[in-house]
């Protein structure tokens, strides 16, 4: 679900309107219906990169909320107003605004994930209550990750690698997380297992990165693991389909030639 900001100023800049009301009562109208969803942010610096904190606090007040997902504004489609000198921002600035602003995570809670590790960043927290509790820092650091300059690398028993592999991925979604979760959990004898675990108390925050004119990088387009899938059958990375493939884009391009 599109949530960019909690203020009117961030919106009107950003989508050009004051969507506060509208996605009110579409998370209340979720929160009626027990289906769930997970709130992406688009953010610019200096427009609502100072609102990372809050909205991670609003998303944990609806227990129809899984997670939330930042976005560092791509300079690509409909930007208006932006300015890459004042609004550009990259992962690490948001994946530090949420350890700082949020205080929940740590710096061992947000983890590069495993299919583009300079792109994605993600941890998993559960729900107590009406609190999260951050469950990545958990995994021994030497067990969990080592990263490598294009994957990262599980090591350990060869189950508790396929059983990370899972947890990590943003494919794994709705109740297999939170069965992989378990699993996981029943796997490290230090960690005290609550008695039940379901899909309501997984709580996901991501960072994901794409590219643009600014930062573009063919290796990066290679690793990358979100893709559009095409009428006739094309399978196209996120990073290129906004500036290459997008309908529309290459008539625009002969007119201003």
């Not at 609190?131 to 067990?143: I, K, L, S, W």
């Not at 008695?195 to 004119?213: K, M, T």
Request: with cysteine; glycine share 8%.
């Amino acid at each position: 679900m599109q949530f960019d900001a909690l203020s009117e100023h961030a919106l009107r800049t950003i989508r050009g309107a004051d969507l506060r009301r509208v996605r009110q009562r579409a998370l209340a109208a979720l929160e009626a219906a027990g289906i769930s969803t997970t709130l992406v942010c688009a953010i610019r610096k200096g427009v609502n990169d100072r609102e990372i904190g809050d909205v991670l606090r609003y998303a944990q007040g609806w227990s129809c909320v899984r997670g939330v997902t930042f976005q560092p504004v791509q300079d690509a489609g409909r930007n208006d107003g932006f300015d890459p000198g004042q609004n550009r921002i990259v992962l690490s600035e948001i994946r530090r605004a949420i350890i700082e602003q949020w205080g929940v995570f740590g710096e061992d809670d947000l983890i590069p994930l495993p299919c583009n590790p300079d792109a994605i960043s993600i941890g998993y927290g559960l729900r107590v209550g009406a609190e999260v509790m951050p469950v990545t820092h958990m995994f021994p650091q030497e067990v969990l990750v080592q990263a490598v300059p294009n994957s990262v690398t599980f090591e350990g028993k060869p189950e508790m690698r396929r059983l990370l592999v899972e947890l990590l991925s943003l494919s794994c979604a709705g109740q297999q997380s939170a069965n992989v979760l378990r699993e996981v959990l029943c796997c490290l004898p230090l960690v005290e297992i609550p008695a039940e675990i379901g899909y309501d108390r997984v709580f996901r925050v991501s960072v994901v990165s794409f590219l643009d004119r600014f930062n573009f990088c063919l290796a990066g387009v290679k690793r990358s693991c979100i893709h559009f899938v095409t009428n006739d059958g094309r399978i196209i990375p996120f990073d290129t389909y906004n500036m290459f493939h997008r309908p529309g884009l290459a008539a625009g391009r002969r007119h201003r030639a």
